[in-house]
């Protein structure tokens, strides 16, 4: 079956752009040369299967993905997305940085001021935009 016609991949790639938008595409689109079947699977499985059960909503699971990303202190690239995704299902920069500022408590200070670092630069990122149309 093809991903256009797999319903998994349908709804993954639905929840993905409701998400993060763009974002979520590019890393797709990154692995289309190198990993293919990777990049399905990671809209099946993530996104098709678990994003989209009705046990939790959008703003709950990615406080949990930002929170599970600083912890790991070595995914900042992921981190940034979800960041970014977290913005856009409704966290607020402030709950955010309360999330990290938790997980020094359970994963160290040094994952903590990573995880701050990048949420500073997601949220510069973000201001960016409207600081230039202001200009």
């Known amino acids: ?7 998994r991949y349908l709804q993954g790639l639905a929840k993905l752009r409701e998400i993060d938008g763009q974002a979520g595409e590019h890393v797709i689109a990154s692995l289309a040369d190198i ?3 990777f990049a399905r699977y990671l809209i099946e499985f993530p ?3 678990i994003y989209s059960r009705p046990g939790l909503d959008l703003r709950s699971r990615e406080i949990a993905v930002v929170a599970a990303l600083t912890a790991l202190g ?4 992921q981190l940034k997305v979800h960041l970014q995704a977290a913005l856009n299902v409704g966290v607020t ?8 500022m938790q997980m020094a408590v359970y994963a160290g200070f040094p994952a ?7 949420a500073r630069e997601v949220f510069a990122a973000s201001d960016a935009p409207a600081e230039t149309a202001a200009a």
């Open 1 to 7: 079956m093809s991903p256009e016609t797999n319903p």
């Open 35 to 37: 990993a293919p079947d």
């Open 47 to 49: 996104f098709g299967d």
């Open 74 to 77: 070595n995914a900042a690239p």
């Open 93 to 100: 920069r402030e709950e955010i940085v309360e999330v990290i």
């Open 112 to 118: 903590a001021l990573n995880g701050l670092a990048a």
